[in-house]
């Protein structure tokens, strides 16, 4: 019995000695799934949260698309109530679609003005016109071909926010800058 009890120790201690951590057992998938796709970041060993830092998001983005416009440059600019005069916020922004817009000469973009729900519709239509017209003339100044610039406006037509109150009221006032064409 002692032998068959010596036996089963022995069998223990050469498989305690096989063992891996869990920490060991991660390293190793890692090791064998192989080196990380550009872009990615690996896991590393000492990486107490565990996660990529990557952003998966930016993966999605082609240059030169709506998406890209959107998420690195921005698309909107903002208005005061009853003014298609562009604060120093919209100047910035407008400063990037321009630069944006240099980089890639075969885009062709429209300018779409909105206005809030208070005045006629009448009113509001010209209204978004004149804040269409404001975004194509800054972006004209900075350098590009006013060919490549189409604008409309959709007045108070299309919302952005339904609300009744100056918070709504605030996101409707604004230009938009839609990816319309790549020549």
């Given at each position: ?8 120790l022995?069998g ?5 000695g ?5 920490m ?5 998938d890692?090791a064998?799934a ?15 949260a565990?996660s990529?830092?990557a952003?998966?998001l930016?993966?999605?983005i082609?240059p030169?698309s709506?998406k890209?416009l959107e ?6 600019v903002?208005?005061?109530f009853?003014?298609a005069a562009?604060d120093e ?11 944006w817009?240099?980089?890639y000469?075969?885009i062709?973009?429209t300018i779409?003005?909105?206005?809030d729900?208070?005045g006629?519709?009448?009113y509001?239509?010209?209204?978004g016109e ?6 194509k003339?800054?972006l ?8 490549r ?5 959709y007045g108070?037509e299309?919302?952005?926010d339904?609300g ?10 604004r230009a938009?800058t ?6």
């Amino acid at each position: 019995m002692s032998r068959r009890l010596l036996f089963s120790l022995m069998g223990l201690v050469v498989l305690a000695g096989c063992a891996t951590t869990p920490m060991e057992e991660r390293a190793g998938d890692q090791a064998a799934a192989g080196p990380a796709m550009a872009g990615e970041e690996a896991i590393g060993v000492g990486d107490p949260a565990g996660s990529i830092t990557a952003d998966p998001l930016a993966a999605d983005i082609v240059p030169g698309s709506q998406k890209d416009l959107e998420v690195n440059v921005g698309d909107r600019v903002f208005f005061a109530f009853d003014s298609a005069a562009l604060d120093e916020e919209a100047q910035a922004t407008l400063d990037r679609q321009a630069a944006w817009l240099l980089q890639y000469p075969d885009i062709v973009v429209t300018i779409e003005g909105h206005a809030d729900e208070r005045g006629t519709r009448e009113y509001n239509l010209a209204l978004g016109e004149r804040r269409a017209m404001a975004v194509k003339n800054y972006l004209v100044a900075k350098g590009v071909s006013p060919d490549r610039i189409l604008t409309i406006s959709y007045g108070e037509e299309r919302p952005v926010d339904p609300g009744h109150n100056e918070a709504a009221w605030a996101l409707n006032r604004r230009a938009v800058t839609v990816v319309t064409v790549t020549q």
